[in-house]
């Protein structure tokens, strides 16, 4: 992996995931090391990168330019100074529910990039799950039957409004070409041309098909630590299980993606 050839990677789980050693990103982010880290995400969805802990916000900022234009959140602040990077602080409700970030809009995030900069002695782990195998998984028969639905997705942007976008349930990755489930508890409110209602079996199904234990990872957050995920082919959550009174807070940077198709 050039300029880091030295650098080593680990299965984080068998289902997602690798931890990678031996870079430094405030150091060697080139157009060749994200080159090298895009190739490794395509196959395991989300890099671990350890002791990163001397990057600034502006490293920050300028690493994730490598990997694309940068995609401002709708709702949440930018931290003073540095447009683009959000602080995540936890515990809130909406963390701790599976989902893919900011859905409702018509081009959400296609990669997130997060800097731990503190973290709880104990508790906030973040897990993700394989959207790919979620979808691959399922049934013939219901993957037929979801061939060529749309869901619509809500959210809030600004203050006050509330967004709309709808997706396939199906959606087929830009790069991969590999399709994955794209539907998520947090913002996906119902099948496009039906109800709540009619919409609700078949969405909650497909909602636990898609955190199945044997599709996930969990990470345990350090101080620097800095992971890079693919938001479209993944679900993440927080474990809500942080010793009172103490908090989890991360920096996070999303690259603009195209149009779910």
């Known amino acids: 992996m050039s300029p880091a050839s030295h650098a080593t990677v680990a299965a984080l789980s068998g289902a997602l995931g690798v931890r990678v050693d031996g870079v430094d990103v405030a150091r060697d982010a080139s157009p060749s090391l994200v080159d090298a880290l895009r190739r490794i995400l395509d196959e395991h969805l989300v890099i671990h990168l350890p002791g ?19 995609a401002i959140h709708p709702s949440l602040p930018s931290i003073d100074g540095s447009d683009g990077i959000v602080e995540i602080a936890d515990p809130t409700e909406l963390t701790r529910v599976w989902h893919q970030d900011v859905t409702h809009l018509e081009h959400p995030p296609s990669v997130s990039i997060v800097v731990a900069r ?25 993957r037929e039957t979801v061939a060529g639905l749309y869901a619509v997705h809500e959210g809030r942007v600004g203050d006050d409004e509330v967004a709309a976008a709808i997706h396939p349930v199906v959606a087929t990755h830009l790069r991969t070409r590999r399709k994955a489930l794209f539907v998520n508890a947090s913002y996906t409110t119902r099948l496009d041309g039906w109800t709540a209602d009619e919409s609700e079996p078949l969405l909650a199904l497909l909602y636990r098909a898609a955190v199945r234990d044997d599709l996930t990872c969990r990470h345990r957050w350090t101080a620097g630590d800095l992971v890079v995920w693919d938001n479209r082919a993944t679900q993440h959550c927080t474990v809500g299980d942080t010793a009172p009174g103490e908090r989890r807070s991360l920096h996070r940077v999303a690259v603009a993606g195209d149009i779910p198709h």
């Open 52 to 70: 990163q802990g001397d990057l600034t916000p502006d490293d920050h900022l300028a690493f994730a330019a490598l990997w694309g234009e940068l």
């Open 118 to 142: 503190e973290v709880p002695s104990v508790g906030g782990d973040t897990m993700w799950a394989n959207q790919y195998a979620a979808y691959e998984r399922l049934s013939p028969g219901l």
